[in-house]
């Protein structure tokens, strides 16, 4: 039986799978705009690399360590589809990933990834811990089409932060309820978790997002320019 997010998946890749899904606006005039397909092929090569690379299976908790930002929407559609829990209230996990690695980022986790945040950037600027995987390196050359190696559990938890959610539970119970064909505006400086389920509730209702880091002014410009359904 498909989990929700695997479903997800499908409808993001299968139904006008050109037009926008997820526009990112960042500092600097950084302006990333992800099609259904491309999300696809990125959750898709994210989840490659967790199943192949760091041995990741479902009912496995990954703690995000990461701000509200397309590439943290990546790898919690990527650890879903899995079947693994997304931990984002900073509690204990197998799998650590963050955009903050350290010499004492790995402590209490089987690995841990670095993600750099920057849209174009190739590798992690600079050295890494030894063992902590670099996410920008890695992540292109896994396939583009992504298959579990174990069927995932619909009753596995999915979600824990502000309360816990099953997979069962991830478009029923996590996502907030949106309007049809939603074109929506996601802030993220009101927090992954807040952001994530907005996005997972315009997603399920066929629309699409556009999240917004703190430092951008949400100008009326950039409202009509996205065609942003409402603020």
């Not at 696809?40 to 990954?62: S, Y």
């Amino acid at each position: 039986m498909s989990i929700p997010a695997v479903n997800l998946m499908t409808a993001l890749r299968s139904g006008h799978s050109t037009s926008p899904r997820l526009t990112w606006y960042g500092p600097g005039s950084e302006r990333v705009e992800l099609s259904g397909r491309v999300f696809d092929n990125w959750v898709a090569k994210t989840g490659n690399l967790l199943q192949d690379e760091l041995d990741a299976e479902p009912g496995m908790a990954v703690r995000l360590d990461l701000p509200a930002h397309w590439k943290s929407f990546v790898w919690a559609l990527a650890a879903w589809q899995l079947g693994m829990e997304v931990v984002l209230d900073g509690t204990s996990a197998e799998l650590l990933v963050t955009d903050k690695p350290d010499d004492g980022a790995g402590a209490g986790f089987d690995a841990v990834v670095a993600v750099p945040l920057a849209a174009l950037a190739m590798r992690w600027p600079g050295e890494l811990p030894s063992g902590v995987v670099d996410y920008a390196a890695e992540v292109r050359s896994h396939g583009d089409v992504f298959m579990a190696h174990d069927e995932p559990g619909a009753e596995n938890p999915a979600v824990r932060g502000t309360a816990g959610y099953a997979h069962s539970a991830l478009l029923e119970g996590f996502a907030a309820a949106q309007e049809p064909g939603v074109r929506l505006l996601v802030r993220a400086g009101d927090g992954l978790e807040s952001c994530l389920s907005a996005a997972l509730g315009a997603w399920k209702e066929d629309g699409s997002v556009v999240l917004v880091h703190e430092d951008v002014e949400v100008t009326a410009h950039l409202l009509d320019n996205e065609r942003v359904s409402r603020p």
